[in-house]
Nanobody, 123 residues
Framework: QVHLVESGGGSVQTGGSLRLSCAGS????????MAWFRQAPGKTRERVAR???????SYADSVKGRFTISEDNDKNVLYLQMNNLKPEDTAMYYC?????????????????WGQGTQVTVSS
């Protein structure tokens, strides 16, 4: 059974950095597409970044140049390095895998989710 656990969230000031981790089990990371999503209070869950099994990455426009998605396939750990954080980055961050479909931006196209880790950026 696939199990995902996020960690690394916290509170930082504008311009600060955080690195999120997502430890996975029950699957082989190098054969799966994985992604980070986030959800702010009162808003829908939105895509942040994606990494394919071949290492190709994609980012939401709002985080391009500031966030970097990567993974350690030997350890089955997914990362999200977040630099130059802004108050609008405040949200619960989730990792996901088990993509099925055509649009990675659609949360319902992802089968497995972690419980989330909170990121709060103050001005």
């Amino acid at each position: 059974q696939v199990h995902l656990v996020e960690s690394g969230g916290g509170s930082v000031q504008t311009g600060g950095s955080l690195r999120l981790s997502c430890a996975g089990s029950g699957y082989t990371a190098r054969t799966y597409c994985m992604a980070w999503f986030r959800q702010a209070p009162g808003k829908t869950r939105e895509r942040v970044a994606r990494i394919d099994s071949d290492g190709t990455t994609s980012y939401a426009d709002s985080v391009k140049g500031r966030f970097t998605i990567s993974e350690d396939n030997d350890k089955n750990v997914l990362y999200l390095q977040m630099n130059n954080l802004k108050p609008e980055d405040t949200a619960m961050y989730y990792c996901a895998t088990g993509f099925r479909g055509d649009s990675w931006a659609t949360p319902s196209k992802w089968t497995y989710w972690g419980q989330g880790t909170q990121v709060t950026v103050s001005s």
